[in-house]
């Protein structure tokens, strides 16, 4: 029996006996499908360089697709890179990990700029550890995977909280790393733990902004419920005598309310979710309303009145001129926000009492929670004069109903809408149980007739402020071609797509036949447009080829040297196919008949 040079397996730094190609892309298939098939929350996940595991692909024989790295690379480092089926060397993660500050190399961290599968790739653990004892090398970056939002979505959480933890004491400032599924109890300890104090003497608080916003009791409150966000900071106190009382100036979400000058309490209502209404953020707050009603009573008052109706004024011109604060890249929330939140029937309606409205019920909602949130930032934009505001909250509730739109990367502004729209009308939908309606047919009575019947179907069902406001209906007729029978709904919508105008061209070569004789058959170049129709293709053609009053083209479809078919002017451009092309007869309008379309067709047929 012949043994194998240690060598071969050695090279590498290997701590066992190497598999074949084919062995290594089987096992770790196998242990991925297992690892993924029963993933949970608390699963650690690895995160590997994409340009080492795509060699490793290669090597096995793996189709590394669009994630296969190609970078130039320079001489100095072409004797390290191995060749297509090569074996690779250690697992190397340098390339993807930055120690900042000269961070610790337990507390490696990986660029925010990276993409998955592009830069890395993610791999279970078990499959980690399998590549490691085949190849060593690292360093590991082990990753765990969390749930997201109400519906527990599972994610790998592959950039952890960053808090800049900022002392009282003597305003020194730490970065630590925290999951943000982590309760505010561990955060508290590790903070502790840095700073060598016992945790019944810390008070952490919320200084998002560098202003002191809430106390964060120590609770089995998530970071993420807690509403703090990537790079912020926090602030570290230490009890010598006593704790400073807080949540002054703050209102029930922590963020601070601005002061407004405001009229006697008339109501001691409450808003849901917020203040009561004599606050400034009640319907006499609205569009049009007086902040402050003095008395009238003698001369002596003349001086105040003024003085009242010229700050009542003011601040009229500055409500809804608050900007909101980019938590991240929120720029697609914060317009689709400010479109909302300047429309003035739902400024109206949420500056009013509406919480009898809140539909909690509804399996299709959000227990009101959403409306609850945007009820909220809304009266905070209307009472906050100028002053930006920060949606913490808001973004908070929107990342634990719609996950997709968690953290702090870009989304779509369009999608982020419709969700908010559809969810706002769900929490606010008046109906609570909703009755089966069996639609009638139209019968060839009047549209309006038929339209508002369908509309109090639609209203039997969905009734909200969304619906009052951004529904309508669109009429929909179907003719059936056997019995020529017309069936006409009327179906709602929220939505319109409308495509976008095109401005692109393409260019088209048509050889022009003369048809008199006059003339050998000439290639003309002409640019019309990529969706345009054949009257386009008739008014370039005429103008490049200098057409006469009384001369007329005929286009016509050519398939296999024979003209396959000729063109209507209404209809759309074809598309010509590599072995098919389009022939133009200039013809004049006195010729009854066509007598040189037989010599073009011997033409085409020798061409």
């Known amino acids: 029996m012949t043994i194998a040079d240690s060598a071969s397996f050695m090279d590498n730094g290997s701590l066992c006996l190497p598999?074949?190609?084919?062995?290594?892309?089987?096992?770790?298939?196998?242990?991925?499908?297992?690892?993924?098939?029963?993933?949970?929350?608390?699963?650690?996940?690895?995160?590997i360089s994409n340009r080492w595991f795509s060699r490793w692909q290669r090597y096995v024989g793996e189709e590394t697709g669009e994630y296969m790295f190609e970078e130039p690379s320079t001489d100095k480092e072409a004797s390290s890179l191995t060749k297509a089926g090569e074996r690779p060397g250690p697992i190397d993660n340098t390339d993807i990990i930055t120690n900042e500050g000269g961070r610790d190399v337990s507390d490696l961290q990986l660029p925010r700029t990276l993409i998955e599968r592009s830069d890395y790739v993610l791999v279970p653990q078990v499959v980690w550890e399998k590549l490691h004892g085949w190849y060593t090398g690292g360093p590991a970056l082990p990753r765990q995977m969390i749930s997201l939002g109400i519906q527990k979505t599972l994610?790998?959480?592959?950039?952890?909280?960053?808090?800049?933890?900022?002392?009282?004491?003597?305003?020194?400032?730490?970065?630590?790393?925290?999951?943000?599924?982590?309760?505010?109890?561990?955060?508290?300890?590790?903070?502790?733990?840095?700073?060598?104090?016992?945790?019944?003497?810390?008070?952490?608080?919320d200084y998002f902004n560098d202003c002191k916003q809430t106390a964060l009791a120590s609770s089995d409150q998530t970071l993420e419920e807690s509403n703090l966000q990537m790079d912020q900071s926090i602030l570290f106190d230490v009890q010598i005598d006593e704790f400073i009382p807080s949540g002054f100036g703050m209102d029930s979400t922590g963020n601070q309310?601005?002061?407004?000058?405001m009229q006697p309490p008339r109501s001691s209502r409450t808003i849901a979710g917020g203040p009561s209404l004599s606050n400034g953020n009640g319907p006499d707050y609205g569009y049009g309303s007086t902040l402050y009603q003095g008395p009238t009573v003698g001369s002596a008052s003349t001086d105040t009145e003024h003085k009242h109706d010229s700050?009542?004024?003011?601040?009229?011109?500055?409500?809804?001129?608050a900007g909101l604060q980019n938590l991240g890249n929120t720029c697609f929330m914060n317009s689709a926000l400010q479109c909302l939140v300047?429309?003035?029937?739902?400024v109206d309606y949420f500056l009013q009492d509406y919480i009898n409205e809140i539909n909690k019920q509804n399996p299709l909602g959000m227990r009101g929670e959403l409306a609850v949130a945007f009820g909220e930032l809304l009266r905070k934009l209307w009472s906050s004069g100028r002053t930006a505001v920060a949606p913490?909250?808001?973004?908070?509730?929107?990342?634990?109903?719609?996950?997709?739109?968690?953290?702090?990367?870009?989304?779509?502004?369009?999608?982020?809408?419709?969700?908010?729209?559809?969810?706002?009308?769900?929490?606010?939908?008046?109906?609570k149980q909703k009755p089966y309606i069996?639609?009638?047919?139209?019968?060839?009575?009047?549209?309006?007739?038929?339209?508002?019947?369908?509309?109090?179907?639609?209203?039997?069902?969905n009734d909200s402020i969304v619906v009052d406001v951004c529904q309508g209906q669109y009429k929909s007729t179907l003719v059936c071609p056997d019995c020529g029978k017309i069936s006409i709904t009327f179906d709602p919508f929220m939505y319109l797509s409308l495509p976008l105008p095109s401005t692109a061209t393409r260019s088209m070569t048509i050889t022009v036949f003369y048809g008199d004789g006059s003339g050998l058959p000439i290639p003309f170049t002409v640019s019309v447009p990529k969706y345009g129709y054949c009257k386009d293709l008739f008014q370039a053609l005429g103008t490049a080829c200098c057409l006469e009053s009384?001369?007329?083209?005929?286009?016509?479809?050519?398939?296999?040297?024979?003209?396959?078919?000729?063109?209507?002017?209404?209809?759309s451009l074809p598309t010509i196919k590599d072995d098919e092309c389009i022939v133009a007869y200039r013809l004049s309008k006195k010729h009854a008949e066509f007598p040189m379309l037989e010599i073009c067709h011997r033409y085409l047929e020798k061409s």
């Open 550 to 571: 009384d001369e007329t083209l005929i286009l016509a479809e050519v398939y296999e040297h024979k003209i396959y078919r000729y063109l209507d002017n209404g209809e």
């Open 311 to 321: 700050v009542r004024s003011d601040l009229q011109r500055d409500r809804g001129l």
């Open 19 to 47: 598999c074949t190609p084919l062995e290594e892309a089987k096992i770790v298939k196998e242990l991925t499908d297992k690892a993924e098939s029963c993933s949970k929350e608390g699963d650690f996940y690895y995160v």
């Open 257 to 261: 309310l601005a002061l407004v000058l």
């Open 155 to 205: 994610s790998v959480e592959v950039y952890p909280l960053a808090l800049k933890v900022i002392d009282s004491r003597d305003k020194s400032e730490i970065i630590i790393r925290i999951s943000k599924k982590a309760s505010l109890r561990k955060l508290y300890e590790q903070v502790s733990s840095l700073k060598r104090v016992d945790t019944e003497k810390v008070r952490i608080w």
């Open 392 to 431: 913490r909250v808001f973004k908070g509730k929107l990342a634990r109903f719609a996950p997709q739109f968690s953290g702090y990367n870009q989304h779509d502004s369009q999608e982020l809408l419709a969700f908010l729209l559809d969810g706002l009308h769900e929490d606010l939908n008046r109906v």
């Open 438 to 461: 069996e639609t009638k047919d139209s019968n060839g009575r009047p549209d309006e007739e038929v339209a508002n019947e369908f509309w109090s179907y639609h209203k039997a069902r």
């Open 342 to 346: 300047h429309t003035s029937p739902l």
